[in-house]
C-alpha cells in the first residue's frame, strides 16, 4: 500500500482557487493511477478527477462532469505527488478532498472512478467555500 498525504484545504470565497497537494511513498509512484474523491457532510464519498498513466511521461485524465472546466489534476512523478487545482469555486464544493490511489495501478491500466477501485487514501483535506 502507498502512503499519502494531502495539503492545500483551507477557507476561499466563492470564484477564488485553491491548489491541493497529495505527498505519495513509493517506488513506482510514476505507475500509480491517481484520483481525487470528494465528501461533503451527509453525502457519500464521489469521485472528482483521475489520472492514469498511459506510458512514461503519458497520462489521461478523467473528470466528473460538475468540475470540468474549472479543475485540473496534474501529476509530478520526480516528487511523488498529485494536484487538484480547483478554480472557479463554489460552494457546492465545500467538503473534505481525499486523494487514493488505484488498487490496480500500472501503464495503461483502465481509467477508474469508483471509490472500491482504490485501495490507498490519504486523511483528507478540508475546503471551504464561502458565498
Known amino acids: 500500500q502507498v502512503q499519502l498525504v494531502e495539503s492545500g484545504g483551507g477557507l476561499v470565497q466563492a470564484g477564488g482557487s485553491l491548489r491541493l497537494s497529495c505527498a505519495a511513498s513509493g517506488r513506482t509512484f510514476s505507475s500509480y493511477t491517481m484520483g481525487w474523491f470528494r465528501q461533503a457532510p451527509g453525502k457519500e464519498r464521489e469521485f472528482v478527477a483521475t489520472?492514469?498513466?498511459?506510458?512514461?511521461?503519458?497520462?489521461?485524465?478523467f473528470y466528473a462532469d460538475f468540475v470540468k472546466g474549472r479543475f485540473t489534476i496534474s501529476k509530478d512523478n520526480a516528487k511523488n505527488t498529485v494536484y487538484l487545482q480547483m478554480n472557479s469555486l463554489k460552494p457546492e464544493d465545500t467538503a473534505v478532498y481525499y486523494c487514493?490511489?488505484?488498487?490496480?495501478?500500472?501503464?495503461?491500466?483502465?481509467?477508474?472512478?469508483?471509490?472500491?477501485?482504490?485501495?490507498?487514501w490519504g486523511q483528507g483535506t478540508q475546503v471551504t467555500v464561502s458565498s
Open positions: 487514493a490511489a488505484a488498487s490496480a495501478s500500472y501503464y495503461g491500466a483502465p481509467t477508474v472512478k469508483d471509490v472500491k477501485d482504490f485501495g490507498s
Open positions: 489520472i492514469a498513466p498511459i506510458s512514461r511521461g503519458v497520462a489521461r485524465t
